[in-house]
């Protein structure tokens, strides 16, 4: 916390006064120590943080009042808490690409985004609280008539059915490495495939995305689809933050996540969302 200095430079500053002799001079040194003790009070108050939302439900909502999503949620109990450190926390307001995010929280000196697998590539651009946030599986998302259910990638290449899935993720690189053309990584956004599924001429036959993203999807959509029951891949999700935030600041968030994780309350945010 900032020291407070007000008093001893007030009481300086006002000891030096009479020598000008007016009461002019006088309330002009008291406004001087003022100013003084703003600019210092500005140059010793810890960063503030900026929350990155990715257009991913429920992951995160905007706009809908109390529903924040997961990864929202988990923003809303960080602000709140950091206020103890004396750090502001603020949601940027508008969704935005994955890529783009990465890009943000590489270059940028204070910008937060909950919710990246852990990579030695990744671990090389970005900082990870060392507390998983929750785990994700990927499966396959399907029309509501589809009977066959992949339980391997090479029954899923057996299939021969063209496979969709978000342009410039992990997952989607894996899955390339997996199924080459038949992959079809082109979609930014969910709601193409999902109608590329549903109706003739069935461009997709699977969507591939994790379980948290897909069975709400599958769920809110009113589209005859349906989550497929065998599980890919699982892995852990995690906060990142640039490389350049500072080390209390580091420090102030992974003993807040941490004071989440040993309450139980990280864990009743997460099963509102996974299940």
């Known amino acids: 916390m900032p020291l407070n200095l007000t008093p001893y430079l007030l009481q300086l500053l006002l000891k030096a006064s009479p020598q000008y002799g007016t009461k002019l001079s006088r309330t002009l040194v008291i406004g001087l120590a003022a100013l003084l003790i703003s600019l210092h009070s500005l140059s010793t108050k ?16 905007l ?32 969704y935005m690409p994955l890529r783009r995010i990465f890009s943000m929280v590489e270059a ?11 990579t030695a590539a990744r671990e090389k651009r970005f900082g990870f609280i060392n507390i998983p946030l929750y785990l994700i599986s990927y499966v396959l998302l399907a029309h509501k008539d589809e009977e066959v259910d992949p339980a391997s990638f090479a029954e899923l290449k057996a299939t021969e059915g063209i496979i969709g899935t978000l342009f410039g993720t992990r997952s989607a690189q894996g899955l390339k490495d997996q199924l080459g053309q038949q992959v079809n990584d082109s979609f930014q956004e969910l709601d193409t495939p ?21 069975n709400y999807l599958a769920k809110e959509s009113g589209l ?31 003993t807040i996540m941490a004071e989440m994780e040993t309450s139980g309350e990280l864990d ?6 996974i299940y």
């Open 46 to 61: 810890a960063e503030t943080l900026t929350f990155l939302v990715q257009n991913s439900q429920p992951k995160y909502f």
């Open 268 to 273: 009743k945010i997460v099963k509102k969302y």
């Open 194 to 214: 999902l109608r590329m599924m549903s109706a003739p001429p069935y461009r997709l036959r699977y969507f591939y995305y994790h379980d948290l993203g897909l």
């Open 108 to 118: 940028g000196p204070s910008y937060v985004f909950c919710g990246s697998s852990r």
């Open 63 to 94: 706009d809908q009042g109390e529903k924040l999503g997961l990864c929202g949620e988990i923003y809303f109990q960080l602000s709140k808490k950091l206020q103890q450190y004396d750090i502001d926390g603020t949601v940027l307001p508008h």
């Open 224 to 254: 005859p689809l349906k989550v497929l029951s065998n599980r890919f891949k699982t892995h852990p999700q995690w906060l990142i933050h640039s490389k350049d935030l500072k080390p209390e600041t580091i420090e102030a968030l992974s």
